[in-house]
């Protein structure tokens, strides 16, 4: 008898503990992303140096400003359109890489299918200021190249300035070294000029003479910059 009433605690205890991992699970599992919790913060980390009163765009700053637009910006940062990188990601390996991570646009997603909650007025963070943008500088033996080139010696690149590249042009540029292997060194999409910046590699990319350099057309601008000394 007492080994049978043990049975029945036993099961019960097990009963109750599954039920309340299970609620558990499923309270973190459907806590909504909020405006003033997430989305608020990364707005402000990545989108409001231009998306702010007195900047090149309309301002997010604010809850009123952003939901309104929440189809849109879901549907930007999806397409990759925003933040204005202008590279496609995964091609080069760049320190100063500002598109979104893909938990930063699931973020964004969740948020919008929820139906955009505003959340705890008492979280949302503080407005960011905005120092002047710094002017893209770059030293002058910096390599620039138009059209097919090969080097004539090598060369360490800490990164690239797209100096010249029309609007809505997408470039492929790659370097074929000369044992025939092929480093990718960016590949642009969407760069807008009126936003210059560079693309600065994560690691130095090192290229002995004779690499040739592909996908730079006539009239096309990029410059090759080498590591600071």
């Known amino acids: 008898m007492l080994r049978s009433s043990m049975k029945r605690v036993l099961a019960v205890g097990a009963l109750v503990w599954t039920a309340a991992v299970g609620v558990l699970a499923h309270d973190l599992g459907s806590t909504p992303i909020t405006w003033n919790r ?19 765009s309309f301002s997010l700053l604010q809850f009123a400003d952003a939901q309104p637009r929440a189809v849109a910006i879901r549907d930007a940062v999806l397409s990759r359109r925003m933040p204005p990188w202008g590279a496609v990601k995964g091609f080069g390996n ?33 407005e960011p200021t905005f120092p002047a943008p710094p002017s893209v500088s770059v030293p002058a033996s910096a390599v620039r190249v138009s059209g097919p080139t090969t080097l004539d ?9 797209p100096e010249h590249v029309g ?9 074929v070294l000369p044992d025939h292997r092929v480093q990718p060194l960016v590949w642009l999409h969407g760069y807008d ?5 560079v693309f600065l590699y994560r690691d130095v990319v090192r290229l002995p003479a004779g690499t040739q350099i592909h996908g ?9 910059i080498p590591p600071a000394k």
């Open 38 to 56: 997430e989305i608020a913060r990364l707005i402000y980390d990545r989108c409001a140096s231009c998306h702010r009163p007195g900047g090149t």
């Open 94 to 126: 760049f320190r100063n890489d500002q598109a979104l991570t893909q938990e930063q646009i699931e973020l964004i997603v969740s948020w919008v299918a929820s139906d955009t909650p505003r959340g705890n007025r008492r979280i949302v963070p503080k």
């Open 153 to 161: 010696r090598p060369m360490a690149i800490d990164g690239l300035w």
């Open 167 to 175: 609007p809505e042009q997408s470039l492929r540029v790659v370097a």
């Open 193 to 197: 000029e009126r936003l210059p910046h």
């Open 216 to 224: 730079i057309p006539q009239g096309v601008v990029v410059s090759l």
